[in-house]
Structures are given as C-alpha cells and as structure tokens.
C-alpha cells in the first residue's frame, strides 16, 4: 500500500507565498513521478506541475515563473512554493505519486487534497 499526503495549505492575501509539502510512503521501491494538480469550483482538476525522477520540471503555463517544485532529501517529499499568488490560484491542490512497488506493481495514488485561499 502506498499513501500519499498533503500539508500547507490556507488563506493567503494575494500577492503572498505559501508552501504545500507531500509525502507519499508505504511499499515504494521507486518513484517516476511526482505531481501538483488542483481543482478550482465548479472547474476541472488541472496540472499545476510535476517533477520527473531525473528531477526535469513541467508547469502549467499560469503558474509559470510563480511556482517552484522542489523535491526534499527525503526522494519521497515535494514541495510547491507558490509565490505571487492570485485569486485565480483558490483550489484544492492534489498530488499525485506513480511508481512501483516493491513487488513490481505500478501504482498511481492521490492524496486527499488540502485547501488554498487567496483572498484579493
């Protein structure tokens, strides 16, 4: 079984920085993928980024030069700095973990999402 677990989130004014951090463990051999994704009322769940295992970078082209992924010394813990943040960024932000387990099966969880407010 693998978990996977968000923290971070909250009611920020716009223009600030908040950090969300996930951690997945459980049966984890290796990871390929970690991502953030979110999902703002009444809209679907969108990509905001991912970080590869070789550590390459992707984002969604609205948080572009706003939000940075990182990954701890601990491989299986992310972390999504959002700066300059905007109401538009209100949503429940997900992350996601594929890889494999130790007996060789894929696995693609979520976590259960955690809240961001960005009040103008």
């Known amino acids: 079984q693998v978990q996977v677990v968000e923290s971070g989130g909250g009611l920020v004014q716009a223009g600030g920085s908040l950090r969300l951090s996930c951690a997945a463990s459980?049966?984890?051999?290796?990871?390929?993928?970690m991502g953030w994704y979110r999902q703002a009322p009444g809209k679907q769940r969108e990509l905001v980024g991912v970080i590869s295992s070789d550590e390459s970078t992707t984002y969604a082209d609205s948080v572009k030069g706003r939000f940075t992924i990182s990954r701890a010394n601990a491989k299986n813990t992310i972390y999504l700095q959002m700066n300059s943040l905007k109401a538009e960024d209100t949503a429940v932000y997900y992350c996601n973990a594929q890889g494999r387990t130790w007996n060789l099966f894929r696995f693609d969880y979520w976590g259960q999402g955690t809240q961001v407010t960005v009040s103008s």
């Open positions: 459980g049966s984890i051999a290796s990871i390929n993928a």
